[in-house]
């Protein structure tokens, strides 16, 4: 079956891959399409990237001084006991540890609930989604655009280096007329350039050219190489 004519079904499976939750003979089955097809491999690679936003935004949350003291008590007793819970009470025994996993499952998950709420606020929200490739079709660079925070993010998974003297400069390749440019990268693995949603609606591919160090008028087009060039792709 070809995912992408089902883009419901194409993106929930992007989701779990990105997540790790799509496993066995259905991860292998996804990973068989997504070589095939540029667009399932953005589609997980946009949530690979989501994903690893919220990792990255997370706190750093731990539950309380009592909390802690109230299950070291409970493990102390349980394991005083232990051995007339197993001769006389082991389905009490059993039942006393679940409860103390319960509930600190229950504490935990109040915790970083709260801290979970806090990262999806502020979690990008990934509305288009590019790869762009060099000339062997080989993934160079991610580009995600958030219209919450009006941010084009470009992460490079290539090993390029322009060096001191040259810039990379992306630009949108719009249906019909002259590319226009969206900016100029600075040097470093992820950039984040400012856009709008008018900027990237119906465009329908991104490159990134070699150009003199800072760039060059947007209006002119690129005057350099093209390096790398990819669709431009909806994420719903």
Do not use: C
Request: proline share 7%; net charge positive.
């Amino acid at each position: 079956m070809d995912l992408m004519r089902h883009p419901e079904l194409a993106d929930r499976l992007a989701a779990a891959y990105g997540l790790g939750s799509l496993r066995g003979r259905a991860r292998r089955r996804f990973e068989a399409q997504a070589r095939r097809s540029p667009m399932l491999r953005a589609l997980a690679i946009a949530w690979q990237e989501r994903f690893a936003a919220m990792t990255e935004l997370q706190r750093e949350e731990q539950p309380g001084a009592n909390v802690w003291k109230r299950i070291r008590l409970e493990l102390d007793r349980e394991r005083d006991g232990e051995t007339l819970a197993a001769q006389r009470t082991a389905p009490t025994h059993r039942w006393r540890w679940a409860a103390a996993a319960g509930a600190f499952a229950t504490v935990v998950g109040v915790v970083t609930s709260s801290a979970l709420w806090s990262q999806l606020q502020a979690t990008p929200e990934i509305r288009y989604v590019a790869v762009l490739a060099d000339d062997r079709s080989a993934p160079s660079v991610l580009v995600t655009f958030d219209p919450k925070h009006n941010t084009l993010t470009l992460k490079r998974v290539g090993g390029f280096d322009e060096g001191q003297e040259k810039s990379l400069q992306l630009w949108a390749l719009p249906p019909s007329g002259a590319p226009r440019s969206l900016g100029v990268l600075p040097q470093g693995a992820v950039a984040r350039l400012a856009a709008v949603e008018g900027q990237v609606r119906e465009v329908p591919a991104l490159a990134i050219s070699l150009e003199p160090k800072g760039g060059v008028p947007g209006d002119r087009g690129p005057t350099g190489p093209v390096l790398f060039k990819g669709a431009l792709l909806p994420t719903s």
